[in-house]
């Protein structure tokens, strides 16, 4: 009875860990894998959205800025798109962005926003990354402290975000390119 009971709970947790929606990219050959919350998403709004937002949560509401918050799901059901379907038929104002909380392996709580760190090699230039990221709309900043680094705002999903990462690795006038994160340390 106890190897029955055992083997039950043994294959409860697998259907749980194998059941739960991942999302990855490739960093140097290595892959960065994340969770996506099942509970939680991320908005972005118009800060004169701000109350309106507030009031469609019933569930709870973490704001992290003016404009943005973290927004718990009532019905944690499916797929992040088909969660992030359910919230848009729901209100009647669009959001400016509608993204997955990811949660790294070791529990870090983190949000891709749109934005890349790409490092230049030695010989490369500005040129090169206008090069690769031609017929996107971007803009870029270079960092105060190392002139090959660069922070590139895109106006991409997650998904496409980490499509991107992916395909900048096999570029070799980059050192890397990886998303840029907003770590979520607040407690829920």
Do not use: C, W
């Not at 050959?29 to 118009?46: D, H, P, W």
């Not at 569930?59 to 379907?85: C, D, H, M, W, Y």
Request: aromatic share 8%; proline share 2%.
């Amino acid at each position: 009875m106890k190897r029955i009971i055992s083997l039950i709970n043994l294959l409860a947790f697998a259907t749980v860990l194998y059941g739960q929606e991942k999302m990855s990219y490739q960093l140097n050959g290595k892959n960065v894998e994340f969770t996506i919350s099942q509970e939680r998403m991320y908005l972005e709004y118009a800060a004169n959205q701000k109350s309106a937002v507030q009031k469609m949560s019933t569930t709870g509401l973490q704001e992290l800025t003016n404009n943005a918050a973290i927004i718990k799901v009532s019905e944690p059901k499916g797929t992040f798109q088909r969660r992030k379907q359910s919230l848009q038929s729901k209100i009647s104002f669009d959001l400016q962005r509608i993204e997955p909380v990811l949660i790294y392996k070791d529990g870090t709580e983190q949000i891709a926003a749109g934005e890349l760190n790409i490092k230049l090699k030695p010989n490369a230039s500005i040129e090169d990354i206008e090069e690769l990221l031609k017929g996107k709309s971007y803009t870029s900043q270079r960092n105060a402290f190392d002139k090959h680094l660069y922070l590139v705002t895109l106006n991409l999903a997650t998904t496409e975000l980490f499509n991107l990462v992916n395909q900048l690795q096999k570029e070799s006038r980059l050192e890397f390119a990886e998303p840029n994160f907003i770590r979520i340390n607040i407690l829920h």
